[in-house]
């Protein structure tokens, strides 16, 4: 049986005369830049979120510098993040020469231990940053109550987690400044890279829209210094013409992420959804111990598997100035040993996850 991990090509030939439609129409107006479908988008995504502003950019990494630079993260400046999660997260606040803070994770969710949090804190942090990691939000209730009592923002990494919840709220429109990623493979993915900026705060909506364009306020006056971080036309008009069929698609994740849980409960570690919490199932990871041995079988067997992530951001070579070591962050590190995640996407059929589910078993 073939099993395709993200199934990026059955959607696009599902969705292709949606699809084709809206591409065409860029090409025969050749809007290519900031053409209507941006901003069409945009209050898309305004509506689906119930965010009042969202802004779409380049990336899920140019979206995390856009709200850095929005808060004014200078040189020198600490952001609390986990260091179990994708590098853009610790990247981008290195790349404005501010220092990520790590602290370690929860291992049921692998998303940042908000208790650990306050502990980090020194005089120079100025935002918490957690990441929904695999598509679930972080304990927001307790992060939002440590930013309250010591002034800190809040930017969320939303990048994997785009239609997660936390009580009823989109994961996009919580903290001070949410961002998403609409990388092909995520829940809501485009053909190429994109990404978006959510935010209730209207200055920093203002200024977002400035920096993605150069930091101008009107054409060839530049009041900030920004990057060319737009969302290509092109890009948006694939996202519109999925758009509507998105909340199915969540749905059948969910459908996925349910049967998994139903036959693989008894005899490894599944994802734990935390309550009143949903998921956006950009992966489905579950923990094993024999991890090299499952993974090699199940590729014999035709089932592509994935690791995210193998070495913790305290361990990377890039972040070796930072003087962290083995044994920082053991949560994180057991992690990283343990993680595998599973084919995961709304296309999966029932007979397919049987297959993967069956080929797991005989291992154990
Ligand atoms: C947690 C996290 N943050 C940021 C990003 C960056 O998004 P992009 O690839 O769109 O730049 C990703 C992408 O994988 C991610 O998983």
Redesign the pocket.
């Known amino acids: 049986m073939n099993i395709d991990f993200a199934n990026l090509q059955l959607q696009y030939q599902k969705y292709k005369t949606d699809i084709d439609e809206k591409i065409h129409s860029i090409l025969k107006n050749s809007n290519y830049i900031l053409g209507k479908e941006i901003y069409e988008l945009e209050k898309n995504l305004e509506k689906f979120t119930g965010v009042k502003h969202s802004i779409t950019c380049s990336?899920?990494?140019d979206a995390?510098l856009l709200a850095m630079m929005a808060i004014d993260i200078q040189p020198g400046d600490e952001i609390i993040t986990t260091p179990f999660?994708?590098v853009?997260?610790a990247e981008t606040i290195a790349f404005l020469k501010a220092t990520p803070v790590f602290v370690d994770i929860e291992a049921d969710t692998f998303n940042i231990n908000a208790k650990l949090i306050e502990t980090a804190i020194t005089k120079n942090t100025k935002a918490i940053m957690p990441?929904s990691l695999f598509g679930q939000p972080a304990d927001m209730d307790h992060i939002q109550t440590i930013a309250n009592k010591h002034n800190l923002k809040i930017i969320i990494?939303g990048?994997?987690s785009f239609g997660s919840t936390y009580r009823d709220i989109a994961d996009s429109n919580l903290g001070d400044i949410s961002i998403t990623?609409f990388?092909p493979s995520k829940p809501l993915g485009c053909y190429g890279?994109g990404?978006a900026v959510f935010t209730n705060n209207d200055n920093y909506a203002e200024k977002i829209k400035m920096l993605r364009v150069h930091g101008q306020n009107k054409k060839n006056y530049h009041k900030y210094l920004g990057i060319g971080g737009r969302m290509d036309t092109i890009q948006a008009a694939i996202l519109l013409a999925k758009f509507k069929y998105f909340p199915q698609e969540l749905k059948n994740r969910k459908i996925v992420a349910d049967y998994y849980a139903s036959c693989l409960s008894d005899i490894l570690q599944i994802p734990i959804i935390k309550q009143n919490r949903t998921s956006a199932w950009a992966q489905y990871t579950v923990r094993v111990h024999n991890r090299d041995n499952i993974q090699n079988r199940l590729k014999t067997k035709g089932i592509p598997t994935s690791i995210f992530y193998p070495l913790p951001l305290h361990l990377q070579d890039c972040f070796a100035y930072l003087n962290y070591k083995l044994d920082d962050f053991p949560i994180s590190e057991d992690a990283s040993n343990e993680v595998l995640s599973l084919p995961m996407n709304p296309f999966l059929k029932i007979e397919q996850i049987d297959y993967i589910v069956s080929n797991i078993k005989e291992l154990f």
């Open positions: 990336s899920g990494t995390l999660t994708w853009s997260t990441v990494d990048a994997q990623s990388f890279d990404g």
